[in-house]
């Protein structure tokens, strides 16, 4: 069963790590010569525009709701899947393939294999078919981490042509020598701006959005070794074995009913 | 049916950055002393040069003309060319390959496979042939993407040998210190026009060439899959959830009539 | 026999090159003014929250665990496996494939292969399955390298955050001349820290945890080797050659019993 | 029939390019403070010392001799030789193999084919020798751009050695405040020199050289694919539009008559 | 006949850089303000116990040995080794591969190679272990590059580091600004000295290293191809040009009694 799930670390690394750069500002004193609109404009506005360029519209937009998986998702346990594909397989043996049509798979991705089996495809097909879709879907899912990551190369550049607008401005008409503190601390804005959106946003969304990738492609890979592993009727206790390799040793031989952490399927990954 | 569609995301953006960058600088005070002539040639004319240096005339010359492809595309979109793919599937298992020469085939591409199948040509010559010739228009399509990934990376390097020989210039004679603040603004002006130019004209247009170059290379991915699925009589009911493995799955159920947004065939490649 | 072990190279490395920082600090003057909390908590704490983001809770957390391993470890050395290989490949041939199950196999690995022997379990069953476990804990012991090579590249950009949030503070004030230098001395403070923290203590333990990573590989690579041969049926006087080519030319011949150095396991690595 | 020509892309981007940095310098006023031969030996002179430890002798000097290619070079249009091949297998067709030996071949690549055809040598055997020749032959022409491209590397580094000395020097010795600006200008030549010489020369040099590596690696192939097709009987006419796959589209039809530009041989490695 | 040769390119390169670099600061006027133990320390010292950290003892201490390769070095040339495989072969179509036990094989690894023929092993099995064992000696050969290449990316780091303790240390304290120069001069040394040792030694070094691994691994590869030629009963007439297709074609008609250069090995690796 899917559950839909918020990322602890997502959320504590972007709350924590604003909190301390917000904690730097206040504790060196004025923090409002460090809110500046024009400045953000250029940075965030310049970014986004940029990027806009690089992609399409649909890649784009898509992009942002893609970025909401970094912080909230919904992905099945491969922990879960495992045993179901078992109890399938158990039941293809004993009672043949078309008893499988009474089984009740919440996977869409290994409901899919289970009615081509059902229908009687061959392996092969089935097996093509399952690949090119894993494929095409990792495939998909990498546009949304590489708005992000193309965020994240662009805005530095940003937050730089902003500093080089700010000082030849200032350099131009340098009259009052008193002036070029300040001239220089609103350059440099746009710098700073750009460095913590590409490092602190941009770049660990599109890494976060990666990680999820690998998890969505695993999940997949093991319904597809699953399904293949039912139509060459192959035994149960082989193929949890070969199934389980895909999770880390500690949770191998863990029971279903266990008390996990809120970040329990992300483990897998690891 | 090829559609000629402007690309909204690249005018958008274009316009849009360009606009944001020009705000910063008018609200700055006197945009004057942005424009400048000398420094201009040198990072423009600098860069286009050295980029001339890299390549050939004919990919040179040809990569302007391949950037209009940024701005402006044609290209079949994947839905509606699998319909078709489907249909001269029906065609040729009911009424064999020679029926398809009633067939009309607007996509070139797959039309040379169809000829083939007519032709009664070996499916591993036509796969061989048709991968071949896709494997040759990607590398092709390549050249534009590289000749502005090139000007990208030469544009800033050109804007800091301006910016040097500016530095150079001034400390050479700085008799007159008012007179340094003016000389570095327009030293830092190559600085600024590279990293313009790199960052939000060159990359970009590198990057949508690109994702044209992913576009090309799956509708004829969608095309030899194709041919290869009716050469081998297969079921057009197998064929199309195959073929439909390339589209995202909001697009696979979709009705050829529907109200598509102008940036509609982008939306596969995300 | 699986020995655990301190490895000298990374505890004298890193001991010796914060003494040699140490010394430049102290000998240079007041160390007290390198000693500044907030800079400490900007870069420590900001690299670790934005890598945070990045990975999941566990792999977080856990790569401080496996970050010990660059420090203290257990690797059983191949020189040590491979005899015992040649020694059940003797006992196979001799006496069957059954006669293994009184043999004493210490390397878990390697008793998990030699059980599925015992078992029938066909050769290419076995070797699929050894594989994708061997590809599967690389894969998991590479989050470990992944977490501290991030850090790396994260704590130069915290600490240029720090400098450009030092920088704008001290311009925006520019009040008491004599206090510039000073406050631009502190605002340099989070660039040092991530300097050292990314290039002294990440990114070696990384580099180290990416030499455990291979190390492993090739213990289980002659397993899997081994195991496969004495499936086939192998002469151990032909496996045992085959087996060695994973050791450097100077310890093919090495008899058991030798004083080894400390960081003897390692040498393979070379 | 290979023509030796001229590559104007080369020599008009690097005429212009050093002629727009010129027409800066001299803009500028005395143009006699760029020039500075300590400067020149430093960046030049320990550039080519340091590329020389990286390569070995006969690499390093050949590169030079290979670096004339980047100007002028040598090279069969590939619409040439198919014509060739075709007619060459029209031959084999219909008089057999040893017909050949009548014919003249002029590229010695695609004769060294012809002749082991006529010797009666497998087609295996044939296509195997001409890939390791093809191998080795791009392997070989690969390290003349790598001597280049190791220089663009090496260039701005001597650069900023040169840089550092100079501000060590005038720093540790700041008696009169006057010579500052000038002996800061001299410090700064080193870095515009390395600068100018690994972004407008070195590196297009290594680029356009690995263009060229590409062209003849395209031309072996056409050859080895005909040499193939004619080994196994294949019909002109399905081996002339195999062969033509490597041509852009826009040159597939063209008459050999045509009145080709200067860089005609290049555009199909567009 | 392998021969102990200097490489003379490692050598004049590094004399003739540090020559350059000298004779920049000996002209420049007061050599000594370049030299200063603290300094050196930090940056030589940091960076070998950084990179010890990175490695294990062994291959840290085992890359200073393999480091003398880049300057002398002991490898049979492909010229020589060619002639004696095809003598091999020669004799083993006459009179049957026993007769191999006699002739005299100077080359370890193709006596190897033989020695196995000799026995009667499977040609299979002998191109499995030459090929591992091949793979396994370049593995091991790589691990000398990747010490020096690790240290040519640490020491710019280490200088960094120095020079950032220096300016917090001179910023901290300004009270005399006289002394400043002097204080800048002695930070920037840091910098210095990191370019000069990355650029200047252990990059060029880790560079010369591969190129001998390129070159040790395409002798091996010849002597894999010959044995396996023999193997199967090739004429020596077909095997010679198979061979030679590793070297350039200036060499390939060469005859063994020319006045070779004293680089001439590496020629092939060209």
């Given at each position: 069963m899917g559950v839909t799930a918020v990322d602890l670390a997502t959320l504590l690394g972007f709350l924590g790590a604003f909190g301390v750069v917000a904690a730097a500002i206040f504790f060196g004193g004025s923090a409002l010569v460090f809110f500046n609109i024009p400045s953000i404009l250029i940075v965030l506005g310049g970014t986004f525009l940029v990027v806009l360029m690089k992609f399409s519209m649909s890649q784009f937009f898509g992009a942002f709701k893609v970025a909401t998986r970094a912080f909230i998702y919904k992905l099945e346990a491969p922990e879960d899947v495992i045993p179901q594909i078992i109890e399938l397989s158990t039941i293809a043996r004993k009672e043949?393939?078309?008893?499988?049509?009474q089984a009740e798979v919440k996977n869409s991705f290994l409901k899919q294999g289970i009615d081509m089996l059902i229908d009687g495809t061959k392996p092969e097909v089935i097996k093509n078919l399952l690949m090119k879709d894993m494929q095409q879907t990792v495939d998909r899912h990498k546009w949304g981490a590489k708005v992000f990551s193309a965020s994240g190369d662009v805005a530095p550049a940003m937050g730089m042509i902003g500093t080089l607008i700010g000082l030849v401005q200032m350099l131009s008409s340098m009259d009052d020598p008193k002036a070029i503190g300040p001239a220089m601390a609103v350059a440099l804005l746009t710098t700073l701006y750009g460095a913590v959106f590409a490092n602190m946003v941009a770049l660990p969304i599109a890494d976060k959005l990666g990680l999820r990738k690998v998890e969505e492609g695993r999940l997949k890979a093991i319904c597809i070794d699953g399904v293949i592993g039912i139509a060459e009727g192959q035994n149960p206790r082989v193929l949890e074995p070969l199934l389980k390799t895909y999770l880390a040793p500690s949770r191998r031989?863990?029971?279903?009913g266990g008390g996990e952490a809120a970040d329990a399927p992300q483990e897998q990954a690891a």
């Open positions: 043949g393939m078309l008893a499988l049509e031989d863990r029971d279903e």
